[in-house]
């Protein structure tokens, strides 16, 4: 972990807002010269705090207009390996995230699909065919709100 200055948590929240803005830009939001954010961002970068640079895509306009949540609870544990399943859940296109989790489930899926129907279709042909699926839960996103996390 790195010591993190106001400067440095200040360019973070002009990141997470928008991570495509050169240094020069947020250099002069931020009353310093490109050189110097651009070494700031660097050293966030090599520190690992900035993993990676991701698109944010809008589902529903690519025509993705359901979002659901699956609590997934494997029926046989320790028969399927925990890496066999994460491969092949992950291998399915319409499933966003997998995490492995502690809890009532094993495993929480973000899975999109083009409207409800497409939804049961992914979930009785794909998903549930998956060796080793048990219990399974879905929670449909009503909406979204997203927060930047603690920057500081």
């Given at each position: 972990?790195?010591?993190l200055d106001t400067t440095?948590?200040?360019?973070?929240?002009?990141?997470?807002?928008?991570?495509?803005?050169?240094?020069?830009?947020?250099?002069?939001?931020?009353?310093?010269?490109?050189?110097?954010?651009?070494?700031?961002?660097?050293?966030?970068?090599?520190?690992?705090?900035?993993?990676?640079?991701?698109l944010d895509l809008d589902?529903?306009r690519l025509g993705f207009?359901?979002?659901?949540?699956?609590?997934?609870?494997?029926?046989?544990?320790?028969?399927?390996?925990?890496?066999?399943?994460?491969?092949?859940?992950?291998?399915?296109?319409?499933?966003?995230?997998?995490?492995?989790?502690?809890?009532?489930?094993?495993?929480?899926?973000?899975?999109?699909?083009?409207?409800?129907?497409?939804?049961?279709?992914?979930?009785?042909?794909?998903?549930?065919?998956?060796?080793?699926?048990?219990?399974?839960?879905?929670?449909?996103?009503?909406?979204?709100?997203?927060?930047?996390?603690?920057?500081?």
């Amino acid at each position: 972990m790195i010591d993190l200055d106001t400067t440095d948590r200040r360019l973070l929240r002009e990141l997470v807002q928008d991570a495509t803005q050169s240094a020069g830009a947020l250099g002069r939001k931020l009353g310093l010269s490109q050189p110097a954010a651009w070494r700031r961002i660097r050293r966030l970068r090599d520190s690992g705090i900035l993993k990676t640079q991701r698109l944010d895509l809008d589902k529903e306009r690519l025509g993705f207009g359901v979002t659901v949540f699956l609590g997934l609870k494997l029926a046989t544990k320790g028969r399927v390996s925990l890496q066999d399943f994460e491969r092949a859940v992950s291998a399915i296109p319409e499933v966003q995230t997998v995490e492995h989790i502690l809890g009532l489930y094993d495993y929480r899926l973000r899975v999109v699909a083009r409207d409800i129907a497409d939804f049961e279709r992914v979930l009785r042909r794909r998903i549930m065919t998956l060796p080793g699926v048990g219990d399974v839960e879905a929670n449909v996103l009503l909406s979204e709100e997203r927060r930047p996390g603690p920057i500081g």
